[in-house]
């Protein structure tokens, strides 16, 4: 049986699948990962442009790199991976996603249930005041931009230094420790605390189903199965097993 075979074998069986998604998943819908070549961290040292602190030391600077990420994820669409989990959710195959993306293209997928990790760029909050606009309503004209109230504006997402939603964090935690089988798709699983929940899942027994363009850290000694491809290319293969 092809590996592709036994994964939708398993996710067939399963009362309980949950999925892990990381950047890869959204690569083919235009928007570069974090690592390796021509990654975003190529171009921006997370230091300076991802931490808590470089976003309160020099608000203006930090937002270079969340306005060219805003404009990516502005134009972006939902791709054949987005979509097969959607499919997959909406066939009663999957209780839900965990996401480190900060994109909406799971939610633009039609996906009901997902867990936003590190929060989403879709919502900007003013950090004086508390108010919250849309993406597509905030206007760039100077750096940073500001709120009404004079307060600087910053996308809802968790950057290093900060701490994962606590609802984000027991939920994804929970449902980690007790899925059947769970697909991690499209991470380099290195960046905790999301990189503990493969190994939650596995201490509890549950079916490790990878899908990745290359190996990570969990492909040997925590992965049951490892689909090496593109996630647009294998999920809607899985789909279209589990129809048949
Ligand atoms: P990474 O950039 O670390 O890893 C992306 C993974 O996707 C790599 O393992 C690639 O091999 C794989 N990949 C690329 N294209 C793919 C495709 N078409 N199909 C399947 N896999 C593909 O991104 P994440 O693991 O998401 O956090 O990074 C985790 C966190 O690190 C991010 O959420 C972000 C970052 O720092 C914060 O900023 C807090």
Redesign the pocket.
């Known amino acids: 049986m092809k590996a592709t075979e036994r994964a939708a074998e398993i996710i067939s069986r399963s009362s309980a699948t949950l999925a892990l ?5 959204s ?2 819908s235009g928007i570069p ?4 070549q021509g ?3 190529d171009r921006y040292n ?1 230091e300076e442009y ?1 931490t808590i602190d470089a976003f309160l030391n020099n608000p203006g600077k930090v937002w270079n790199m969340l306005k060219e990420v805003g404009e990516i994820i502005l134009k972006s669409k939902p791709n054949d ?1 987005h979509r097969a989990l959607a499919e997959l959710e909406e066939m009663g195959k999957l209780r839900g996603i965990v996401t ?3 994109d909406g293209l799971h939610q633009a997928a039609g996906n009901k249930t997902v867990i936003e ?2 929060g989403t760029h879709k919502q900007i909050i003013c950090m004086s005041c508390c108010k919250r606009i849309k993406l597509e309503q905030l206007i760039i004209q100077d750096l940073p931009p500001l709120c009404s109230c004079g307060g600087i504006l910053k996308p809802e ?4 230094g ?1 701490p994962i939603p606590y609802d984000a964090l027991r939920t994804a935690f929970q449902e980690a420790s007790t899925c059947k089988a769970l697909l991690v ?7 905790a605390p ?1 990189s503990q929940i493969p190994l939650i899942a596995k201490q509890n027994a549950a079916t490790i189903i990878e ?4 190996s ?1 850290i969990l492909t040997t000694g925590i992965s049951d199965i490892f689909l090496e ?4 290319q ?1 999920l809607p293969q899985i789909v279209n097993l589990l129809k048949q």
Request: proline share 4%.
């Open positions: 998604t990381g950047a890869g998943i690569a083919e990962p974090f690592r390796g990654g975003l961290w997370p991802a991976a480190q993306n900060i990790f590190h997402v968790v950057l290093f900060e798709i499209g991470t380099s699983a290195v960046v999301a899908i990745n363009t290359e990570t491809g593109s996630a647009s294998i």
